[in-house]
């Protein structure tokens, strides 16, 4: 089926006064016939210039995706964005990987790409936009009205209140310190309030403690029933006000309260309902995936109910399974996934966007 816009010609820009400072992002969007289809810019908040660069990226890639293009020609002021993407340098920065990952993943939408780094004076208008929005601290949106149907884009400025998070961990934290990456890229409009841990030696105490975090320590083996231990686990939740739990690689059992009825999501390193249940987490999960020989693997995000891996699927992942794998070269490029899956499923919780109906999770 033929893409509604073959191609389009974008002009991305990112910008921040002080490094970090007050920074934007902004793109514009074109056809071969230099028609303006989308023009845009985001106010970020306090951030870098890299950071900056990068959301524009994926704000454009995001909106040239909407209007459906087959190829995409985008043009970039920053040397070292445009070499990242490229291939020609690693992206070393742990506040730039996810929005790195999020740019590769958006490219591979179309049927071919091509990045270009063009000097400062030759992408005048995404600079203006970006420079309006950092002097407003507000959106800007300059698509002409005769162009195609607008993109929603959502800024955390467009928002007032942020999602307040709980995280529960039981291990080492990566998942929760991801999520606090995005977050601070300003690629999230949420807030993680408090850490539960299930455990007090595990390295993902220490992690969530320099991050800044609420860290609670409650113990299954320091209660007599599970009800005593879900109890305890509600009453921090509620006193910290959270709107939304997310388990980052949690591992107990715990009976959710009827106010938490989707508002508690998880994250399972496999392509559920294959692979998921008691006893499947971490690397017997993908011990037993190269055991059956599937040649695709991935994460699967969902809500949770009072089941091991039962609840509704809101978002899924895929990746390959090499023939050489093994269960911690697998493991990583899940993990790579789980660091793309989990934000969006997040992200559209933040937007409204989640509905469960019979069972199935639709997105608005």
């Known amino acids: 089926m033929a893409k509604k816009t073959e191609q389009v010609i974008i002009y991305t820009d990112g910008g921040s006064r002080g490094n970090p400072g007050p920074a934007a992002a902004g793109f514009v969007i074109t056809d071969n016939s230099a028609n303006t289809l989308a023009a845009r810019a985001l106010f970020l908040g306090e951030t870098t210039n890299n950071v900056a660069e990068y959301t ?179 009453e921090q939740l509620v006193a910290a006000k959270v709107d939304l739990v997310i388990q980052a690689g949690w591992l107990c059992l715990w009976k959710i309260p009827a106010r938490y009825e989707s508002r508690v999501m998880n994250i399972h390193p496999a392509l559920l309902p294959s692979f998921g249940g008691k006893g499947m987490w971490g690397h ?16 699967t995000v969902h809500f949770c109910t009072n089941e091991y891996d039962k609840g509704p699927i809101i978002v899924q992942c895929c990746c390959p399974v090499e023939d050489d794998d093994t269960p911690d070269t697998l493991a990583a490029r899940v993990f790579e996934q789980e660091c793309i899956a989990y934000p969006q499923a997040i992200k559209l919780f933040s937007e409204g966007k989640l509905c469960v109906e019979d069972g199935r999770v639709r997105t608005k």
Request: contains cysteine; aromatic residues 4%; charged residues 25%.
């Open 56 to 234: 524009a990226v994926v704000n454009a890639l995001t909106a040239a995706k909407e209007l459906d293009a087959g190829q995409v020609k985008l043009f970039a002021d920053s040397e070292l964005l445009v070499r990242q993407i490229n291939g020609q340098y690693k992206v070393k920065s742990r506040n730039l990987k996810s929005l790195y990952k999020q740019s590769m993943q958006l490219l591979c939408f179309f049927d071919s790409w091509q990045v270009t780094h063009i000097s400062r004076d030759k992408n005048t208008a995404a600079d203006q936009l970006v420079n309006l929005a950092i002097d407003k601290k507000a959106a800007i949106n300059k698509t002409p009205k005769r162009g195609k149907k607008p993109v929603k884009v959502t800024s955390q400025s467009q928002i007032k209140k942020p999602v307040r998070i709980g995280a529960l961990i039981s291990g080492g934290g990566r998942t929760l310190l991801n999520i606090l990456e995005v977050i601070k890229a300003g690629q999230l409009n949420a807030e993680v309030v408090l850490a539960i841990s299930s455990s007090s030696t595990v390295a993902g105490v220490e992690r969530a403690k320099n991050a800044g975090l609420d860290v609670k320590i409650i113990r299954k083996k320091d209660f007599p029933d599970i009800d005593e231990f879900s109890r305890q686990i509600d």
């Open 284 to 299: 017997h999960v993908h011990e037993a995936v190269l055991k059956q020989g599937c040649k695709v693997s991935g994460c």
